[in-house]
């Protein structure tokens, strides 16, 4: 591929690591090895490839939706629009009113803590399938305790990396998975 300015060729390497708020929720977002960077020696362009945005989605959905802390409005937010569904839709599944869904992603109320597991399991229920190559256990959810003490070390480490995984006998595909590994700490 040329640059789309001077024409020229450009370069193209993975990232070792990126990191960024991609999802605009205040939480940083660390991928490993997957980020490809398009740069152009004569004019500096770079450009950033991140592969399968849809499937990250999923794949932070479902880690925060494992992680016990209490979710902000924002990330609740978050969760609702990585699910496909609108304010009103969750709050009538859920059987609130939108009223309160308006004031839980607001942070005007705190979301109760039986309606914040649902929310959770629902979660896991409709984005699992959409990352296969995570590891994680629904009942972990079911039987959570969610931790309302805010603490920096326990802070949910969402650190991604592509891997391929076995979709036939004679066939992988890339996914998403979570890295549990000190890079997500450091
Ligand atoms: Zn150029």
């Not at 939706?65 to 599944?93: I, Q, T, Y």
């Not at 256990?137 to 480490?157: F, G, H, N, T, Y």
Request: aromatic share 4%.
């Amino acid at each position: 591929m040329n640059c789309p300015t001077c024409n020229r060729p450009t370069t193209r390497r993975v990232l070792s690591e990126y990191e960024d708020d991609l999802i605009g929720i205040g939480m940083p977002v660390v991928l490993v090895n997957s980020v490809v960077e398009v740069s152009c020696e004569a004019c500096g362009v770079a450009e950033r490839e991140i592969p399968d945005f849809d499937g990250l989605v999923a794949a932070v959905a479902v880690s925060r939706a494992m992680h016990p802390f209490k979710l902000r409005g924002e990330e609740l937010r978050f969760l609702r629009k990585a699910m496909e569904v609108s304010g009103k839709e969750l709050a009538d599944v859920i059987g609130v009113t939108p009223e309160t869904m308006s004031r839980w992603e607001n942070n005007r109320d705190p979301i109760t803590p039986a309606m914040e597991k649902l929310i959770r399991l629902m979660v896991i229920a409709r984005l699992g399938e959409k990352v296969p190559a995570m590891d994680f256990d629904p009942k972990e959810v079911a039987d959570m305790r969610i931790l309302s003490v805010c603490q920096d070390s326990a802070k949910p480490q969402m650190c991604f990396e592509r891997v391929k995984v076995r979709v036939r006998p004679h066939r992988t595909e890339p996914h998403w998975d979570r890295r549990l590994s000190d890079a997500a700490a450091a």
